[in-house]
């Protein structure tokens, strides 16, 4: 499958939302959040595209207050797209580009019964040859009033890019 990989366009936020929406257990969020991930943080998300399709996306932002740290919102691949390293190769992109030059560490959040999504980041982890600090970062309760799963930040790093 040859995929092209590409710094996101305002008008590709339609096609990030109906993405997805398409791939549980993400949440969705309002078009409108995801028209500014696709224009305001364009430079620190990344756009997959096969033949015309979206098939892949990575959106994510330098922590306001932390400068050597990516915090990695969401990442997707639609299922025709899986288990060919695509996720892998789209944050990896990132990773390469002038902006992260001062990027050593990468956040995110995982629920604990998304195993595809902890090896990605333990596979990640492994070929950066950095450490996974794990601490619960939005408790079910406390944060999301029993509604959702606890989201449990991973933290990596020092990242040898
Ligand atoms: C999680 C997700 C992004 C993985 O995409 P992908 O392109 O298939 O992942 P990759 O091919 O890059 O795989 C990276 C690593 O994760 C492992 N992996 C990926 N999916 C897996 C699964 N379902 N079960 C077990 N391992 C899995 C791969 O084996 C690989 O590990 P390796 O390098 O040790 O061989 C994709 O399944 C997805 O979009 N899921 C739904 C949305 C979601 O849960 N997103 C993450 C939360 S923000």
Known sequence: MKIELKIPESEDGLAVNQLVAQNPPLDTNSLYCNLLQTTHFAETAVAAWHDGELVGFVSGYIKPEQPDTYFLWQVVVGEAARGQGLAKRMIQSIFQRS???????????????????????????????????????????????????????????????
């Open 99 to 161: 902006n992260l030059a001062a990027v050593r560490w990468l956040e995110t959040t995982i629920t604990p019964d998304n195993e595809a999504s902890q090896r990605l980041f333990k596979s990640l982890a492994r070929d950066w040859s950095a450490q996974i600090d794990v601490n619960v970062l939005f408790d079910k309760q406390e944060h999301f009033g029993g509604q959702h799963n606890s989201e449990e930040l991973y933290r990596i790093g020092p990242i040898n890019k």
